[in-house]
C-alpha cells in the first residue's frame, strides 16, 4: 500500500516522458511497434495533472480500464484494513472474449500511422 502511493507520488512528480528512470517498453525496443500498453505511463502522468484529453489520447483502452483496476486495487486495500475485500466483481466469459478483441484490435490500428499518429 506504501509502495503504491509512492508510485503514484513519483509519477505525479516526474515525467515518464522525459525522465530517465521510467523504463523503455521492451517490446517497442525490439520491434519498433507500440504494443497495446505503450503510453501508460504518460497517460497516468497526464491523469494525475488532471489532463483526461490528453491521456485518453495516449492510451484510450488504458483508460477504459482504469475504473476496473481501480476498483479491484480499491478491494485489496479494503480487505487489508477492514479485513474484508469489496463485492467481486464478474466478467461473464463473453465480455473477456471482447476485451481482448478490443485490445487486439487497438494494437493493430495504433500501429498504422493514417488512424492513429504516434
Do not use: D, K
Amino acid at each position: 500500500m506504501v509502495l503504491g502511493a509512492l508510485a503514484i507520488i513519483v509519477l505525479r512528480v516526474f515525467n515518464p516522458a522525459s525522465t530517465w528512470f521510467f523504463p523503455p517498453c521492451p517490446f517497442r525496443a525490439l520491434t519498433g511497434y507500440l504494443c497495446p500498453g505503450c503510453g501508460t505511463l504518460r497517460a497516468l502522468h497526464e491523469l494525475l495533472h488532471g489532463n483526461v484529453i490528453a491521456a485518453l489520447r495516449l492510451n484510450p483502452v488504458m483508460m477504459l480500464l482504469l475504473p476496473y483496476v481501480s476498483y479491484c486495487g480499491v478491494s485489496e486495500i479494503g480487505e487489508v484494513i477492514l479485513g474484508r475485500p469489496l463485492p467481486q466483481l464478474f466478467l461473464r466469459p463473453i465480455l473477456i472474449w471482447i476485451l481482448l478483441a478490443v485490445i487486439l484490435v487497438f494494437w493493430v490500428l495504433r500501429n498504422l500511422p493514417l488512424i492513429y499518429p504516434a
